[in-house]
């Protein structure tokens, strides 16, 4: 059993290049959500998804977009990378949404890092 | 706004040692509240977490937490520590009438010395 599936693992980006980061989840969960990690300041929210095609900001949106064309894909892109977008990423998704308690499901993160 | 604080950015104990790491919030609306662990290189992996009833809620490997309203706190315990109990540990409140008000604290590391 997967669960949440995130690529790639690492990756090192020079600053103004792109990437798009990969999220798969294979619970049939419909919230999906990205958060960024930095020492000291516990996961920040960029973007969520409360199902297929649907996407909202979170508390750090700036910078990055997402996409969710699949219930079961959620995708991370950052279009002109900088420094400060150095971090580790983790993808979480979730069944019934934060209004229902239901817990989280992380993937195991992706590190970024952007020179 | 919502806020999560841990008092404690790092903690070390002696394994078979009791353990108690501290998370206070403040909200003006009721919460949900969780802790989730983070082993090395890995996501966060949910504990336990208090949505109503019980202030006592259980983990399945001998971690407990108690709400107190009163005093805004969700503080974990573990009566006997372990080496494999070594990881990252989150408080996370959530606000049940919004899907992007979870809150994550800045975390405590755990550090368990034979």
């Known amino acids: 059993n997967a669960g949440v599936t995130q690529t790639p693992k690492f990756r090192v980006l020079k600053t103004g290049q792109s990437m798009t980061l990969l999220c798969a989840q294979d619970?049939?969960?419909?919230?999906m959500y990205w958060y960024r990690q930095d020492p000291g300041m516990g996961l920040r929210l960029i973007h969520y998804?409360?199902?297929?095609?649907?996407?909202a900001k979170g508390e750090v949106p700036d910078g990055y977009n997402v996409s969710r064309l699949k219930k079961q894909n959620f995708l991370l892109g950052l279009e002109s990378a900088a420094p400060s977008q150095t971090s580790v990423y983790f993808c979480?998704?979730?069944?019934?949404?934060?209004?229902?308690?239901?817990?989280?499901?992380f993937g195991n993160g992706t590190r970024l890092t952007v020179t | 706004a919502q806020s999560v604080t841990q008092l404690d950015s790092q903690v070390p104990v002696f394994e078979e040692a009791p353990v108690e790491l501290r998370c206070n919030y403040s909200?003006?609306?009721?919460?949900?509240l969780f802790w989730y662990v983070q082993y090395p290189n890995q996501g966060l992996q949910l504990l336990l977490k208090y949505l109503s009833g019980s202030t006592l809620v259980e983990s399945i490997n001998g971690f407990e937490a108690e709400f107190n309203k009163s005093q805004t706190s969700f503080h974990l315990r573990k009566p006997s520590v372990h080496i494999s109990d070594t990881a990252e540990y989150f408080c996370a409140v959530a606000q049940p009438t919004s899907y992007d008000k979870v809150i994550f604290g800045p975390g405590t590391s755990l550090s368990v010395i034979p």
């Open positions: 619970m049939n969960h419909e919230y």
């Open positions: 979480a998704s979730s069944s019934g949404g934060f209004a229902l308690g239901s817990p989280l499901h």
């Open positions: 909200s003006s609306v009721s919460v949900y």
């Open positions: 998804s409360v199902g297929e095609g649907t996407t």
